[in-house]
């Protein structure tokens, strides 16, 4: 069972430089997300995706952008990567229906910006 | 708005001894609330959830917490540590926005 699959691992990143974090779900789900965790603040939102070409704006979408062309894929973009956006990032789906709570997780993407 | 507060950033226990984390949210309505538990280099994993049915949540590997609207509370608790369940706890909130909000986080260390 894939679930939820997040490349790359890690990545180094200059000042300046783009890059596209990937994420993948095998579970057929509508609901995607993408969350970054700094140390000692939990998890915070970036954006999120309700269906295949839906996508709308989490707590801190600056420097980010998103699409979802098809329901399997999210990939997050970073222009002009500045070291604020140092971070681990986290992608997760959810099946219908918030309020049952349960997201799957992928392990992380761990971003440094030099 | 909805939100939680994880009152202690580290836990450190004994193994075998009661575990106690905790929680508390703030809400003009009754949340949706749940525990997630995060483990070294690991993506999260949803422990338990409490959406009215119960006051009382069972979860997985022992753990369970009570939902106590008179305190705001959403304590998680587990009888008896064992070392597999040091990681990074969080308590989480439903704010109706198709989204979760997290708390900061409770690391728990488990002492042989």
């Known amino acids: 069972n894939a679930g939820v699959t997040q490349t790359p691992k890690f990545r180094i990143l200059k000042i300046g430089q783009s890059m596209t974090l990937q994420c993948a779900q095998d579970?057929?789900?509508?609901?995607m997300y993408w969350y970054r965790q700094d140390p000692g603040m939990g998890l915070k939102l970036i954006y999120y995706?309700?269906?295949?070409?839906?996508?709308d704006k989490g707590e801190v979408p600056n420097g980010y952008n998103v699409s979802r062309s098809t329901t399997e894929d999210f990939p997050l973009r970073l222009e002009l990567a500045a070291p604020s956006q140092t971070s681990v990032y986290f992608c997760?789906?959810?099946?219908?229906?918030?309020?049952?709570?349960?997201?799957?997780f992928g392990e992380g993407s761990r971003l440094t910006v030099l | 708005a909805q939100s939680v507060t994880q009152l202690d950033s580290h836990v450190s226990v004994s193994e075998g001894t009661p575990v106690l984390l905790r929680c508390n949210y703030s809400?003009?309505?009754?949340?949706?609330l749940f525990w997630y538990v995060q483990h070294p280099n690991k993506g999260l994993q949803l422990l338990l959830k409490?959406?009215?049915?119960?006051?009382l949540v069972k979860g997985i590997n022992g753990f369970e917490a009570e939902f106590k609207k008179s305190e705001t509370s959403f304590h998680l608790t587990k009888p008896s540590a064992h070392m597999s369940d040091a990681a990074e706890y969080f308590c989480?909130?439903?704010?109706?926005?198709?989204?979760?909000?997290f708390g900061s986080g409770t690391r728990l260390q488990v002492q042989p």
């Open positions: 579970m057929n789900h509508n609901y």
């Open positions: 995706s309700v269906g295949a070409g839906i996508t």
């Open positions: 997760a789906s959810g099946g219908q229906g918030m309020n049952t709570g349960e997201l799957f």
């Open positions: 809400s003009s309505y009754s949340p949706s």
């Open positions: 989480v909130s439903d704010t109706g926005r198709r989204a979760l909000t």
């Open positions: 409490y959406t009215s049915a119960a006051t």
